[in-house]
């Protein structure tokens, strides 16, 4: 008798889909993973919709809604195992920038009937409201860090993820610094590994996509930025990005806005 696959589900919170469509361009590789899991629950790729409980669940979306805050419990229960995926699962996304803002007066501007709109004043991570395994960060997550973590789940390993900055990836790549030759702000000295250091190869600065890094001193990065010139509106304005709500951005940023004050 053939063993029963273990059964994958992936499920959508608030967001763009970017990060469920990284699992989809891995395309060829698909293939073996396809015959080792059953994809039991996702939407993006199959109107096909199995009901829990499922060995691992993939979630990508922040809780934004009274409703989101609901289904992500019930989907928990049913989790053997969950693996937030991208920005807005794991620190509450570009839409964390409510946060700091009032949401009421946002509503009353944007939408024509605002007392139809049902929402919560924040935008946040998965694991604030449920126990989350593990978290693969980016802006969208690398599809190969995707494949990694469930061919590691599927082999009963514990997932392993990049903990050093863009700065080693840049090493790697034998990529000039744009931070100290060109005088570029760039967070990749606080912003974890994993995206390849993309925008330095291209002569860019690092914005900070794939979220801090394990032993992140953004504090100092700040400084460095002010006496390069920088402004403390801009330095605010990187700290506040698609990362802006995990605790080691947000702690800095409110400081410095407190000061600024």
């Known amino acids: 008798m053939t063993a029963q696959k273990p059964k994958l589900a992936v499920f959508k919170f608030a967001s763009c889909d970017g990060c ?15 015959e080792r899991v059953e994809f039991a629950y996702f939407l993006e790729a199959s109107s096909r919709a199995s009901d829990g409980p499922w060995d691992v669940v993939l979630v990508e979306g922040s809780v934004t ?21 991208g920005a807005c699962a794991t620190s509450g996304g570009i839409q964390a920038l409510r946060n700091v ?15 139809w709109i049902e929402t919560l004043a924040t935008s946040t991570p998965i694991a604030e409201y449920v126990h ?5 960060q980016g802006c969208p997550v690398a ?28 090493k790697r790549r ?4 744009v931070l100290v030759a060109r005088a570029i702000p760039c967070m990749g000295p606080v912003t974890r590994a994993g995206c390849g250091a993309i925008c330095p190869a291209l002569g860019r600065d690092c914005y900070g996509c794939f ?8 504090a100092s990065l700040v400084r460095h930025f002010e006496a390069s010139g920088l402004s403390r509106t801009d330095a605010l304005r990187r700290l506040r990005h698609i990362n802006g709500w995990r605790r080691e951005f947000r702690t800095l940023a409110d400081a410095l806005e407190t000061s600024r004050d």
């Open 20 to 34: 469920q469509l990284q699992l989809l361009n891995l395309e060829d590789e698909l293939l073996p993973l396809a």
């Open 65 to 85: 809604t009274p409703h989101d805050a609901e289904r992500i419990r019930k989907i928990r229960e049913q989790a053997k195992f969950l693996v937030t995926i």
């Open 101 to 115: 803002a009032d949401v009421e007066s946002w509503k009353q501007q944007v939408y024509p009937h605002p007392e």
């Open 132 to 136: 989350v395994d593990a978290e693969i």
């Open 143 to 170: 599809g190969e860090q995707l494949l990694r973590v469930l061919s590691r789940l599927l082999l009963g390993a514990t997932p392993d993820l990049p903990v050093a900055s863009v700065c080693a990836e840049c």
């Open 174 to 177: 034998e990529t000039t610094c």
């Open 211 to 218: 979220g801090p890094a394990a032993d992140a001193n953004p």
